[in-house]
Nanobody, 126 residues
């Protein structure tokens, strides 16, 4: 059974940094692209960043481009999201999700993604 677990969220001040982790169990990430999404209260879930199964194709939304960096370590079955220069508008619950390589397309579509983690809260204070 596909399972993803996010960690690394928390409370940080404006301009601070956090590193989110997405650990997979029950399957190998080698054949999956991984996306990071976020959802703020009263807003739709939006795609933040994605990484292909091989790591050679990356996507960032305009709102995080230049501040966030996605990476993966298939040996550890884990994907990371390094978030720098955080802003209050980055406050949201962050989710990671997996998509089989044959469904990979950009920009990311929420409905395409299969296994989802439970989410980790990121709060940026001003």
């Amino acid at each position: 059974q596909l399972q993803l677990v996010e960690s690394g969220g928390g409370l940080v001040q404006f301009g601070g940094s956090l590193r989110l982790s997405c650990a997979a169990s029950g399957f190998t990430l080698d054949y999956y692209a991984i996306g990071w999404f976020r959802q703020a209260p009263g807003k739709e879930r939006e795609g933040v960043s994605c990484i292909s199964s091989t790591g050679d194709s990356l996507y960032y939304s305009d709102s995080v481009k230049g501040r966030f960096t996605i990476s993966r370590d298939n040996a550890k079955n884990t994907v990371y999201l390094q978030m720098n220069s955080l802003r209050p508008e980055d406050t949201a619950v962050y989710y990671c999700a997996a998509i089989p390589v044959y469904k990979w397309r950009l920009p990311p579509h929420v409905a395409d993604f299969e296994a989802w983690g439970q989410g980790t809260q990121v709060t940026v204070s001003s």
